[in-house]
Structures are given as structure tokens and as C-alpha cells.
């Protein structure tokens, strides 16, 4: 019989049944059930609204199921409208007439509600986690790069040197972010809504604040209305979670055309690439192009959610029940795609002699050259105009500015001397810049101390 069968007379039409029924995606969420129901039965205890001898037996009686669930001993109940209804009939089952007063003073609503922020923050943890070890694969690569020139782009063009640390330190600031966003929204969610009943609370002496305590919540929600009907939380980490996701599609974008043999900036290990099965040469960077690809359905489980709320009525509706397999995936998806990077990152071999190689052609050394003019009192408007002069020599002539006779320099601008050579080498372009969050050494010391830091901070270890 279903929870709420009383006031009806006529059993529930059997799709009706299947399409309402949660418990083939919420069961995921067992262990938050249970542990919401006995800091629930244990404050109902602690305020005489229950004998502490029903108490007890209504909590020993859950840790067992909970046993039993986590070592499969324990079937679901396929027949059962959802995870809070399976749990309820076992225990009533298996201790009687107690089992039955557990739902004292709750509802469904605040229950599922409670179950929800349960869940998201333990899944927010440990998507924090699963960031912080990505961190520490970019912290240790950047220390080992320190000194590999490679060139910077924009338009997919060659633009300045710098180095492979300072490439990867830009995707260190992305993710610190993201971890930073996590914890904003773990803190801003972390409030208890069980005891706001269905909307209207409940005529019980209930304590929810020290409910709220017992399951690690700063305190209990203010508003019994917004306490069911709130799924922020679930948007704002679905958001966190885009974000994510949109930062690791980027570095997968860029992982994937270095992968490339018009540039061949890494080799991809073998573990985290396959082949083709016509063209034996092949091996692509599946994972990367995967991880870029399940962005969508994470950007498609946020755009669903804001869909799904963004006309409701205060105060719970059934509508809000679309919040948990979207949610589900989307953390799934999150959650392995962050490893799998992680691993397949730190697996990388960084091509040195390429990328510097590379770096040496396509003028990147032009802005300096530039400034070597304005320091000996060109303009710099002027100083533009005739590298590009210069640029437009190099072309002609089928070579760079660093090979590019002085007299040829002299014939342009004679301000030039011997020492431009000097001025425009690779390692001369990336020292000077030192200004902070440049590449050059200095500021790049400064960077990964900081990184350093932020790691020891939220408790990672900074090796691998």
C-alpha cells in the first residue's frame, strides 16, 4: 500500500505507477535516507515525542538495513514507489508497530528535500577532491616546466613566447576558481529543511536546529515554504559543475590539436588513446575529445533544470522530482571526466624541442624587438610600423628576425644595433617579463608559491 493510500479507493493505473515512481534513480541516494531518518528519530526522542526505547529500536533497526544495502545483501523492492517508502515498509516489517512512527512530524517533501542537499554535498566534496588532485597534477607539471619555451597563441596564431608552466598555470587559476565556486555554494546550501514538513511545519515540538546539527548543517532553513520548494542549490552546482567542465573542454580543445602532427607538442600514452580500426597508424586522443563532447549534457542538465523551475508555483510540486537523474548524470559525468584528465595529464610526455622550436618561428619575438626601439627612443607607434617592415623582410626573405642580417636592420631603422640580436632571443623575451602573472622567472616563482599555498590551504598534498 502506498504511503499515501487512505483517501483513495481505487488502486493506481499501472503506468501511472511506473511513470511516477522514483526508486530506479533515487535509491543512489539510500544512505542520505537513512541517516536523515535517524537524526530525525533521535531528536524526536530528545524531545519526548517518542519513547527513547522506540527511538533506539527504530535506529538499530536502520543501521541494519543501511548494513545490509551497503553489502548487497539487501534487494530493492522494485515495487516500491520510491527510496523513502522501501525503507519505511523494511523497517516496519522487521520491527512493527514502531517502524510506523518514524515519519512523525515530516513529510515527504522536507524528506526528500533533506535527502537532496545530503546528497549534493557529499557530492560537492568530492568533486572538490576529485578538483584538488587535478591541481596537484598541474601544480607538479608546472614545477617541471619552469624553463620549456613554447609559444602562446591567440586566433590560433602564434603570438609571444612563453613557457609550458605559464601555459599550464593559466588552467591552475580555472580550476582554483572552480573549486572556490564549490565551496561558496556548499556553504550558501548548507541549512536543514527537515522539520518544514509538506509547506506548513508541523504541530510537534520539534527541534530542527538540533536536527541540523546532528547532520552537519551550519542551521536549520528559515522558511518552511522555500525549505521544500528550493532546488538553488542544485543549480548552482549544476552551474559549478558547467563551468567545470567548460574549463576542462578548453584544455581538452588544446590537448588535442597538440596532439596533432602538424604540431606534435605531446604524445598522448597509450593508455588513454585507441586506434582505428581501418587505419593501423592511428591513435587518437579519445578521451579528450569524449570529455569535450559530455560538456554538452552537463551544460544540458543545468539548462533543464532552470526550465523545469522557472514556473513553478510555491510551493513543492511533482515537477521538482525531474531534479535527480539530471543531477545524477551530470555528477557522473563530472566526477569521472576530472580523473580521467587528471590521469591522463600527469601520463603526458611534453615535447620540449618541439614546442621550442615552434616558439622560434612565426615572429614571436616581434613585440620585443618593438620595445627594444622604444628604448632606445622610438615611439612605440613608429616602432610598430617598422617591425613590421621587418616582419614583411623576414617573409620575402624565408627567414626569422633573430637570422635577419643587422644591415637589413639598419637599412629600415638605423637605431638597431648588434645587441637586438640578444634582445629578441626566446629566453631574453620570457626573463624580461616579470611583471606579476607574466611568464618570466620571477613572477613565475611567485605564481607557483602561491599555488603552493592554496594547496596546503584545502588540505592537498602538493606531489603526486
Request: proline content about 2%.
Amino acid at each position: 500500500m502506498k504511503l499515501w493510500g487512505g483517501r483513495f479507493t481505487k488502486e493506481e493505473n499501472a503506468l501511472v505507477n511506473d511513470f511516477n515512481a522514483s526508486l530506479r534513480f533515487d535509491r543512489r541516494f539510500y544512505r542520505q535516507d537513512i541517516r536523515g531518518s535517524i537524526a530525525h528519530v533521535t531528536m524526536l526522542g530528545k524531545q519526548g515525542i517518542l519513547a527513547e526505547e522506540e527511538c533506539e529500536l527504530i535506529r538499530n533497526g536502520l543501521t541494519q538495513i543501511l548494513t545490509e544495502l551497503d553489502r548487497g545483501t539487501l534487494a530493492f523492492d522494485e515495487d516500491a514507489e520510491d527510496i523513502h517508502s522501501f525503507i519505511e515498509a523494511t523497517l516496519t516489517e522487521r520491527i512493527g508497530e514502531a517502524g510506523k512512527k518514524l515519519h512523525t512530524g515530516r513529510s515527504r517533501n522536507d524528506q526528500v528535500a533533506l535527502d537532496m542537499k545530503l546528497y549534493v554535498r557529499d557530492e560537492i566534496d568530492e568533486t572538490m577532491h576529485r578538483i584538488a588532485e587535478l591541481l596537484k597534477v598541474i601544480h607538479v607539471l608546472m614545477k617541471e616546466h619552469i624553463d620549456t619555451v613554447m609559444p602562446g597563441f591567440t586566433h590560433l596564431q602564434k603570438a609571444q613566447p612563453l613557457t609550458l608552466a605559464h601555459h599550464l598555470g593559466a588552467y591552475m587559476e580555472m580550476f582554483k576558481r572552480d573549486y572556490s565556486r564549490l565551496a561558496d555554494v556548499r556553504k550558501r546550501m548548507n541549512y536543514c529543511p527537515l522539520g518544514a514538513g509538506a509547506l506548513a511545519g508541523t504541530t510537534y515540538a520539534l527541534d530542527r536546529e538540533y536536527t541540523a546539527k546532528l547532520l552537519g548543517f551550519d542551521g536549520a532553513t528559515a522558511n518552511s515554504m522555500d525549505s521544500v520548494s528550493d532546488r538553488d542549490y542544485v543549480i548552482e552546482y549544476l552551474d559549478a559543475c558547467a563551468i567545470v567542465m567548460m574549463h576542462l573542454s578548453r584544455f581538452c580543445e588544446e590537448y588535442i590539436i597538440w596532439n596533432t602532427d602538424e604540431y606534435r607538442f605531446i604524445t598522448v600514452d597509450d593508455a588513454y588513446s585507441t586506434g582505428s580500426s581501418i587505419m593501423p597508424q592511428k591513435k587518437n586522443p579519445d578521451i579528450a575529445e569524449l570529455i569535450r563532447g559530455k560538456t554538452g549534457r552537463v551544460y544540458g542538465a543545468l539548462t533543464s533544470m532552470l526550465t523545469t523551475m522557472k514556473g513553478l508555483p510555491l510551493a513543492y510540486n511533482k515537477d521538482m522530482q525531474e531534479d535527480k537523474e539530471l543531477t545524477f548524470d551530470a555528477i557522473d559525468t563530472v566526477k569521472a571526466s576530472l580523473t580521467l584528465f587528471a590521469n591522463m595529464l600527469a601520463s603526458t610526455t611534453f615535447r620540449k624541442d618541439v614546442m621550442e622550436r615552434s616558439a622560434a618561428g612565426g615572429f614571436t619575438n616581434a613585440t620585443d624587438a618593438a620595445d627594444y626601439l622604444v628604448k632606445h627612443g622610438v615611439p612605440f607607434r613608429d616602432a610598430h610600423g617598422i617591425i613590421g617592415a621587418l616582419v614583411l623582410a623576414c617573409e620575402k626573405r624565408g627567414c626569422a628576425l633573430d637570422t635577419l642580417p643587422l644591415s637589413e636592420y639598419k637599412a629600415i631603422c638605423p637605431a638597431f644595433e648588434e645587441d637586438i640580436y640578444d634582445a629578441i632571443r626566446l629566453q631574453t623575451c620570457i626573463a624580461k617579463r616579470n611583471t606579476k602573472g607574466a611568464p618570466g622567472p620571477e613572477a613565475l616563482s611567485t605564481e607557483i608559491a602561491a599555488d603552493e599555498a592554496f594547496l596546503k590551504s584545502i588540505g592537498a598534498n602538493a606531489e603526486y
